[in-house]
C-alpha cells in the first residue's frame, strides 16, 4: 500500500505509523463524564467503507496526516496534514499525551 | 571544538571492493561537515525563517517540498514541512543561526555530532540507493540539491542529491557503521570504491 504523503509524496506503507481513527471526539480534558470517555477510548464505528484515520509518517518527515482509507479495498481517497484540521481536532492531536499517561495510572 | 571522529572507524578500509572487473560503479566517502543543524519553523512562520537562514548562511532555500540549494561548502534542503536541514564543512553553523534565527521564529538543533555523512558517487549510485531506499531516484523526480527523508529498515535516513550522479546521505551516528555494511553489500555487484 502506498501513501501519498502532502510533503513527500507517495511512499510505502512500511514508513508509516498508524496512530488511530480520527472518528473520536476526545472530551475536554477536565471532563469527568465515565460516558465520554468510555466511548472515546472504546467505542468504534466498524466502518465498512471509507474510514477517516490518523497516521504518522514516522519514517519520512514526521507529520501526522489524516487519510480517508476505505476498509473495504485499502484504496485512500484523500491525504492531508492533520495540523492544517479544523481547531477542534488539532487540539486533539496536541493533547493526546497527557490522556495515555491518565489510562497508564489506571492499569 | 571537539575532534569528530568517524564512527565507521574500523569499518572503512579504502580500496577497491566487489565486481571491480570494468571499474568500480560507485564511489563511498564521508564528506566529514563540520556543522550540521537542523532549523524548525514555528506554525507559520517558515517564511521569516528561510529569510534569516538565507540571511545568515547566503542560502537561499526555494519554496516546495524537499527543495534545497548547495553552495560550495554549504548545503541545505528541506526534511519536513517548516523543517530544514543545514549543512556546513565549516564549524560552527549553529553557532552564527542561533544568533540570526529569533526565539520566536523556531528553533535550532546541532546535529553536527550526532549525523554520519556518506557520500554515494558514480555511474550506479541511484542503481545501489534504489536497492535500498523506496524512493524514485530519477533525475526528473528527484533533481540536483533536491533532499528528502526516509528511512531503510528503521535507520533514518536524510538524502540530498548533490550532483546528478552523487548522493549525501546523512544517517544517525550510532546506526552508521551497520548502514555502511548493508551499503556496502548494496554496492558488491556494481563494485564500489572506498576512499
Not at chain 2, 21 to 38: F, K
Not at chain 2, 62 to 75: F, L, Q
Not at chain 2, 151 to 176: K, N
Request: with cysteine.
Amino acid at each position: 500500500m502506498l501513501i501519498n504523503c502532502p510533503y513527500c509524496g507517495p511512499r510505502d506503507l512500511s514508513e508509516f505509523t498508524y496512530r488511530g481513527d480520527a472518528n473520536r471526539t476526545r472530551p475536554a480534558d477536565t471532563s469527568t463524564d465515565q460516558a465520554a470517555w468510555n466511548a472515546y477510548v472504546y467505542e468504534r464505528v466498524n466502518t465498512a467503507g471509507d474510514h477517516p484515520e490518523y497516521w504518522q509518517h514516522s519514517g519520512g518527515c514526521r507529520s501526522h496526516i489524516l487519510v480517508m482509507r476505505s476498509t473495504l479495498t485499502h484504496e485512500i481517497a484523500s491525504v492531508s496534514l492533520a495540523r492544517g484540521q479544523k481547531k477542534a481536532s488539532a487540539r486533539r492531536q496536541q493533547k493526546k499525551r497527557p490522556a495515555r499517561r491518565r489510562q497508564e495510572d489506571r492499569t | 571544538m571537539v575532534e569528530p571522529l568517524s564512527p565507521l572507524e574500523t569499518d572503512w578500509k579504502p580500496g577497491h571492493y566487489g565486481h571491480v572487473a570494468n571499474g568500480a560503479g560507485v564511489t563511498l566517502s564521508q564528506t566529514q561537515p563540520g556543522s550540521i543543524v537542523q532549523a524548525a519553523a514555528f506554525a507559520g512562520e517558515e517564511k521569516t525563517l528561510i529569510a534569516a537562514l538565507k540571511d545568515a548562511t547566503g542560502l537561499a532555500l526555494p519554496d516546495g517540498a524537499g527543495a534545497g540549494v548547495i553552495n560550495g561548502a554549504r548545503a541545505a534542503f528541506g526534511i519536513a514541512p517548516g523543517r530544514f536541514l543545514l549543512v556546513d564543512q565549516a564549524e560552527g553553523l549553529a553557532d552564527t543561526l542561533s544568533s540570526a534565527v529569533q526565539a520566536d521564529t523556531g528553533t535550532l538543533t546541532d546535529l553536527s555530532h550526532g549525523r554520519t555523512a556518506i557520500r554515494v558517487a558514480g555511474t550506479s549510485a541511484q542503481w545501489v540507493l534504489a536497492k535500498l531506499f523506496a524512493i524514485d531516484f530519477a533525475l526528473t523526480a528527484f533533481p540536483v540539491a533536491n533532499g528528502c527523508s526516509t528511512a531503510h529498515h528503521d535507520i533514518f535516513a536524510h538524502i540530498q542529491r548533490t550532483g546528478e550522479t552523487q548522493f549525501d546521505l546523512y544517517v544517525f551516528r550510532s546506526f552508521a557503521r551497520s548502514f555502511w555494511k548493508s551499503l556496502c553489500h548494496a554496492s558488491e555487484d556494481v563494485g564500489y570504491q572506498v576512499k
